[in-house]
Each structure stands twice: as structure tokens, then as C-alpha cells.
């Protein structure tokens, strides 16, 4: 109810549409909680499909083959797995070139 007094002269006379502008309007002195919990609420996705999309595909491939893969393999082989329209899209030769250029690679001799 404070909160609500609070934001009523800094509406301009309008109504507030969205939790952003009530974000933007509070004082973060006078109500810290309020605008950490509004924070919060902004920040979660309101879909969880994605989130939910990556953890399955991190389940699939981490597998007990892969265990012992360290995490920022397998992080990274999880947003392939996840983004593969995207990763269908790029083409293979152009990845070749560029590992190619990263650094100088030493040939073994057979």
C-alpha cells in the first residue's frame, strides 16, 4: 500500500502498464526488498523452454562415456546440441580454415 501512494504522483496521472516502469519508479532506498523481488521477476524467463531443453540435452550427453569430459567441453557441447538450426547453417569448411589459423600446429611425420 506504501509502495502503491508512493508511485501514484510519479505515474505522470497514468496508470503503470508494466513491472518495468514499477522497477524503474521505486526508490531502492526506501524499498530495497520491493525492488530486488521485482528484479527477480523480470529476470526469470516466462517460458522455460529453453532452459528445459538444455538440461536434457546435457543429460543425453553426458553419458558414462563422457564423465570424465571437463566442464567447458561439455558445456560447449551442450549449446551445439541445443542450437542446431543454427549450427546447421554454418559451413564446415569455414570452421577448418579458422581452427587452421588459430595456431601453428606441429605435422608428425609417418
Excluded at 2 to 22: C, H, R, Y
Excluded at 58 to 73: D, N, S, V, Y
Amino acid at each position: 500500500m506504501v509502495a502503491k501512494n508512493f508511485l501514484v504522483p510519479k505515474s505522470e496521472g497514468g496508470a503503470i502498464q508494466d513491472m518495468l516502469t514499477v522497477y524503474r519508479l521505486l526508490d531502492c532506498d526506501m524499498f530495497p526488498s520491493l525492488k530486488a523481488v521485482i528484479q527477480v521477476a523480470l529476470t526469470i524467463p516466462f517460458r522455460s523452454c529453453s532452459c528445459e531443453r538444455s538440461f536434457s540435452a546435457l543429460h543425453q550427453l553426458h553419458t558414462w562415456m563422457r564423465r570424465t569430459t571437463g566442464q567447458p567441453r561439455l558445456q560447449h557441447l551442450a549449446v551445439m546440441s541445443t542450437e542446431k538450426e543454427m549450427l546447421e547453417r554454418v559451413e564446415d569448411q569455414k570452421v577448418i580454415d579458422r581452427f587452421a589459423t588459430l595456431k601453428v600446429r606441429r605435422h608428425r611425420l609417418k
